[in-house]
């Protein structure tokens, strides 16, 4: 069973950059895609960046592109966001996820990551 805990949450100011990372444990061999989502107050979870584990290929929301980059460090069964130019709009809940597969089509679904970890808050104030 694969777990996944998240760490670096925090409080920013807006235009900061800040990195979360993921670590995997149990099962890690099986993985093939893990990525972030968040939740933001009041709104529904999204889709924020998934990278395959072995192709090292990215996907990233719109309101992400030119300022996250997701990367990974498969010794360490560790994915990271770098997150740039942070805007009070980024502030969420942040989720890791991973999947034993990959769909070009669904790739933004949450529910094609059946492994989420607990969340890590990213307040970003303006």
């Known amino acids: 069973q694969v777990q996944l805990v998240e760490s670096g949450g925090g409080l920013v100011q807006a235009g900061d950059s800040w990195r979360l990372s993921c670590a995997a444990s149990?099962?890690?061999?099986?993985?093939?895609?893990m990525g972030w989502f968040r939740q933001a107050p009041g709104k529904e979870r999204e889709f924020v960046s998934i990278i395959r584990w072995s192709a090292d290929t990215a996907q990233y929301a719109d309101s992400v592109i030119g300022r996250f980059t997701i990367s990974r460090d498969n010794a360490k069964n560790t994915v990271y966001l770098q997150m740039n130019t942070l805007k009070p709009e980024d502030t969420a809940i942040y989720y890791c996820?991973?999947?034993?597969?990959?769909?070009?089509?669904?790739?933004?679904?949450?529910?094609?990551?059946?492994?989420w970890g607990q969340g890590t808050q990213v307040t970003v104030s303006s």
């Open positions: 996820v991973a999947s034993t597969y990959h769909s070009s089509n669904h790739y933004n679904s949450a529910g094609m990551y059946p492994y």
């Open positions: 149990g099962g890690t061999e099986s993985i093939y895609t």
